[in-house]
């Protein structure tokens, strides 16, 4: 055993990472009173929804006809309170870091009590949108046997209710939280789709793994995206002081009825005209007209 003393660099080390200049933008300062971010309940409202939107398959799996009210309400007052609790946490971050951070932490419970609410008003409309997306994987797929197989077994729903969970909340104004749904469901499927996308309905994913859909993409009805395929953006502007500039699209748009096979890359703010498919292992920069068919040419020597 060495008699060598360590002390003094473990307090250097300390007292380097104690900094307040090595920190600067790395470090989340709790004030008294204010809920923290919960993976935990995060996750569990994402199954209470899930087991409101699609009952008997996600959570108690002995309900029926007779006692769905029951269940339901019961999910509904406990994805209610989760849900303020979360919300909270979310408003308290982003009045940290928007610098207008209020001492009084009621008027975010009130806030978010209101938006909690707001939300479960929309999961009728979560309901009958996903039911299209189950649809759309159903029909699109010859190896599915029944629509619960598709809600139990295939990853695409799971991702795509998480994000139309996100996505509502982030429309209500909830920071943080809704990137903290989508990102879970990216870590479970290897799909990553931002809160921020706009997708609409009969939207289905095959396989899915390693499918990204960046933010500001607009996706219209019915359009299947296979594995692989990324709604990338080109480049972004910058500002004088040389940071990225907020808020202006930079993704794709695939209009209604797109197909866009494997591994496909779609950058910057083109648009895919309705009805066009996009080849497997194509890389596309610029608009393809409506109805086109885009695949990879054979050179001489193939």
């Known amino acids: 055993m060495t008699s060598f003393n360590y002390t003094h660099i473990l307090t250097q080390a300390v007292d380097e990472l104690s900094d307040s200049q090595s920190y600067k933008g790395l470090f989340h300062q709790h004030k008294d009173g204010d809920p923290l971010p919960s993976a935990k309940s995060l996750f569990k409202i994402v199954e209470l929804a ?42 308290c971050f982003g009045q940290e ?6 001492n ?18 929309k999961l009728p409309e ?6 299209t997306d189950v649809e ?27 994000y ?9 104004g909830v920071p943080l939280i809704p990137r903290f749904i989508t990102e879970m469901a990216h870590s479970e499927t290897g799909i990553d789709i931002h809160p921020g996308a706009q997708i609409g309905d009969h939207f289905t994913i095959d396989h899915g793994t390693g499918v990204v859909i960046g933010a500001t993409s607009i ?7 296979y594995q692989g395929v990324t709604l990338g953006a080109k480049s972004f502007p910058l500002d004088d002081n040389g940071n990225p500039i907020k808020g202006i699209p930079r ?52």
Request: glycine fraction near 8%.
């Open 50 to 91: 899930r087991a409101i939107i699609f009952p008997g398959y996600f959570g108690n799996s002995t309900i029926n006809s007779h006692t769905i009210n029951y269940h339901i309400g019961v999910n509904v007052e406990t994805l209610f309170n989760l849900l303020t609790e979360q919300i909270q946490a979310g408003l």
């Open 97 to 102: 870091n928007s610098n207008h951070a209020i």
């Open 104 to 121: 009084d932490n009621e008027p975010c419970r009130e806030t978010a009590a209101l938006l909690a609410a707001r939300f479960i008003s």
């Open 126 to 131: 979560l309901r009958r949108i996903l039911a």
């Open 136 to 162: 759309a994987a159903y029909y699109g797929d010859p190896a599915a046997t029944c629509f619960g197989e598709i809600i139990s077994c295939y990853p695409a729903i799971r991702a795509i209710s998480n």
């Open 164 to 172: 139309r969970i996100a996505h509502e909340l982030l429309v209500l």
């Open 219 to 225: 996706i219209g009805s019915n359009v299947k995206l």
């Open 251 to 302: 993704h794709p748009i695939l209009e209604d009825d797109v197909i866009v096979y494997s591994n496909a890359t779609i950058l910057g703010r083109v648009t895919i005209g309705k009805g066009a498919t996009v080849g497997g292992n194509i890389w596309v920069t610029e608009d393809v007209p409506a109805g086109a068919r885009i695949v990879q040419r054979k050179t001489k020597d193939e």
